[in-house]
């Protein structure tokens, strides 16, 4: 299993810097430091994956997914979910821009677009956390 996450990941992106970030939703979650933007003083922008790699974070998702309202339809094959996040380091707020959630044969499962900024405290213990730790210190 771990060596299919590996291959699946190097080919999500091609050059990609994937690094380990931690166990958020019952998933394992890298981001691509290689994406790493800065946009302008102070505000980044990056690649961020979350791969699901048990059981738990599949269901996790298809809950998480009840819970708001949202479809569920083969998410019993749910693979990993690409994110666009950019974060404020001088604010401590992220916000996100695309979400993309896909099944183990790379079909897309879900995918949503943000029209607008929509700003978040971070906060701890989170995955954003983790991420204004790495690339905004």
Known sequence: MFAVVLLLISSVAEGADWKFCGYFGGCKNYYDASSVEELSMGLK???????????????????????????????????????????????????????????????VLHSFTSSTEYWEEIVSDTIDYVLYGKICK
């Not at 569920?72 to 979910?81: F, L």
Request: aromatic share 6%; glycine share 4%.
């Open 45 to 107: 922008k990056v690649w961020i994956i979350s791969q699901a790699d048990n059981e738990k974070c599949i269901l996790d998702k298809i809950n998480g997914r009840i819970k708001v309202g949202l479809p569920v339809k083969d998410y019993e094959i749910y693979s990993h979910t690409m994110v666009l996040e950019k974060i404020d380091c001088a604010l401590e707020k992220t916000s996100t821009e695309t979400v993309t959630d896909y099944d183990n044969e790379g079909n």
